[in-house]
């Protein structure tokens, strides 16, 4: 079963808003991971947020982490068209040291 | 240039027939992958190999067979293709957990 999980399939925004996805997870874990995922392309790397850090930004994109509440969120400011994508969430932990992902949020930025 | 190449883009097959998809990593990593993505791009992980050693073998049909010839390559034969087999193959390269470099996969289509 799938250890991590973002909690809505799909969104859309307008070009300049920010947007915000959400993760949680099941088990407990060594680090949080967010990949995007652009049409005909594999997932790539965007923050790689360790259990001990709270907080992570890399430009546009800032990455939250909880334990408390198992959960962890993207957020990404003055969107752009280009950030049109799949996000996934990934985590390393639990029974072994696997990268688990999450089941994807589509995101979609309109011009 | 460095990265992760996937051979080849799409490949179109008959039930039953025999295929292999080709990965090959030129970022010095000493640990490939390979995941499925079906339609809904859950992705799934199937392999992983380290110095030849497969150290994660996910249950996957026994048709699937990964392949290494050096630490930079890892193919996936599959034997006899059936319907389900239909998805995106993903190679992925890495040091550790941390950070995984993915090719732009195989689409694959069974019919």
């Known amino acids: 079963s799938q250890l991590a999980e973002e909690n809505l399939w799909a969104l859309s925004v307008h070009e300049g808003e920010s947007v915000t996805v959400n993760c949680s997870y099941k088990?407990?874990?060594?680090?949080l991971q967010w990949y995007r995922q652009k049409s005909g392309e594999g997932p790539a790397q965007l923050i790689l947020?360790?259990?001990?850090?709270r907080e992570k930004r890399n430009g546009r994109l800032r990455a939250t982490l909880d334990t408390s509440s198992q959960s962890s969120s993207l957020s990404i400011t003055a969107t752009r068209c280009e950030d049109t994508a799949v996000y996934f969430c990934?985590?390393?932990?639990?029974?072994?040291?696997?990268?688990?992902f999450g089941k994807g949020t589509k995101l979609s930025v309109k011009s | 240039e460095t990265a992760v190449f996937q051979t080849p883009n799409y490949h179109v097959t008959q039930v039953g027939n025999e295929v292999s998809f080709n990965c090959k990593q030129t970022?010095?990593?000493?640990?490939m992958y390979w995941y499925k993505q079906d339609s809904k791009k859950l992705l799934k992980i199937m392999f992983s190999?380290?110095?030849?050693?497969?150290?994660v073998n996910e249950t996957v049909p026994r048709r699937f067979s990964p392949q290494s010839s050096d630490k930079a390559h890892l193919n996936l034969r599959i034997k006899s293709v059936e319907p389900e087999d239909s998805a995106v193959y993903l190679c992925?390269?890495?040091?550790?957990?941390?950070?995984?470099?993915f090719g732009p996969g195989t689409r694959l289509l069974v019919l």
């Open positions: 992925a390269s890495s040091v550790n957990q941390d950070t995984q470099y």
């Open positions: 970022l010095g990593h000493d640990t």
């Open positions: 947020i360790r259990s001990n850090e």
């Open positions: 088990t407990s874990i060594t680090a």
């Open positions: 990934a985590t390393t932990g639990g029974s072994n040291a696997k990268l688990t």
């Open positions: 190999y380290n110095n030849k050693q497969l150290i």
